[in-house]
Nanobody
Framework: VQLQASGGGLVQAGGSLRLSCAAS????????MGWFRQAPGKEREFVAA????????HYADSVKGRFTISRDNAKNTVYLQINSLKPEDTAVYYC??????????????????WGQGTLVTVSS
């Protein structure tokens, strides 16, 4: 499985971005998908996750109400809509795929495949 993240960029505080993550493989609909981020000098942290069908989603408390994760299984793509951006959202955002069950969706070791990351920079 290969994951290709895109959509990052430089945006002013209060702005929006939509990140995309395109996956290879014919079993994308069976992957739990997640987004994580890593700010400079900090550890990678969970942002959001979505179940196989999209019926279940979970978010880190720091992004609830501002970020929305979604997926299009026909396009093998998962999205992260980011609104009301804050300078503290500045980070490299990674998408990841978990080929097992929607359980430890907020734990990085649960994920089997990772994209290369896309940088989001929020200016104040």
């Amino acid at each position: 499985v290969q994951l290709q993240a895109s959509g990052g960029g430089l945006v002013q505080a209060g702005g929006s971005l939509r990140l995309s993550c395109a996956a290879s493989g014919r079993t994308f609909s069976r992957y739990v998908m997640g987004w994580f981020r890593q700010a400079p000098g900090k550890e990678r942290e969970f942002v959001a996750a979505i179940s196989w069908t999209g019926s279940r989603t979970h978010y880190a408390d720091s992004v609830k109400g501002r970020f929305t994760i979604s997926r299009d299984n026909a396009k093998n793509t998962v999205y992260l809509q980011i609104n009301s951006l804050k300078p503290e959202d500045t980070a490299v955002y990674y998408c990841a795929a978990d080929t097992s069950y929607y359980s430890d969706y907020d734990k990085a070791p649960s994920y089997d495949y990772w994209g290369q990351g896309t940088l989001v920079t929020v200016s104040s």
